[in-house]
């Protein structure tokens, strides 16, 4: 005769195990993290390299780079008003790190190959440097 203790310990269970599931973060200033997300920028420049690819969050820091210089360099349209900062936007596929590329956005010395992006609900979230785990 179950007596509700089996169903206490298996629902306690199963929330552990969803708390414990994460991603790969990476954060990324904007209006990068922006370009990213929208698909425009397939490439992430790092000074660093990781064994991982797979499944990529992407996180908006909370630093504003020079959009009207990048506007000019890149010959891009950022939208201004879509830009959110402090959390989780989207995520890609890393399928890659090369040091060398031929596509515009490589500056080096590392360039993370970025595919398959999508919008993400936003999330706030607190960036860290490198790589870092977020719950699912």
């Given at each position: 005769?179950?007596?509700?203790?089996?169903?206490?310990?298996?629902?306690l269970e199963l929330e552990n195990l969803k708390s414990s599931i994460s991603m790969k973060t990476l954060s990324v200033r904007q209006p990068w993290a922006w370009l990213i997300v929208a698909g425009l920028?397939?490439?992430e420049n790092r000074t660093w390299t990781t064994t991982y690819r797979?499944?990529?969050?992407?996180?908006?820091?909370?630093?504003l780079d020079a959009?009207?210089?990048i506007e000019r360099r890149f010959q891009v349209a950022i939208d201004h008003d879509?830009?959110?900062?402090?959390?989780?936007?989207?995520?890609?596929?890393l399928l890659d790190i090369v040091s060398s590329s031929h596509s515009r956005w490589f500056t080096g010395p590392y360039g993370w190959?970025?595919?398959q992006p999508q919008h993400l609900?936003?999330?706030?979230?607190?960036?860290?440097?490198?790589?870092?785990?977020?719950?699912?």
């Open positions: 005769m179950a007596d509700g203790r089996h169903s206490v310990t298996i629902r920028k397939d490439i797979g499944a990529l969050l992407i996180h908006a820091a909370v630093t959009m009207t210089e879509a830009l959110q900062f402090g959390g989780i936007i989207g995520r890609v596929e190959v970025l595919s609900p936003f999330r706030h979230v607190r960036g860290q440097l490198g790589l870092f785990e977020v719950p699912d």
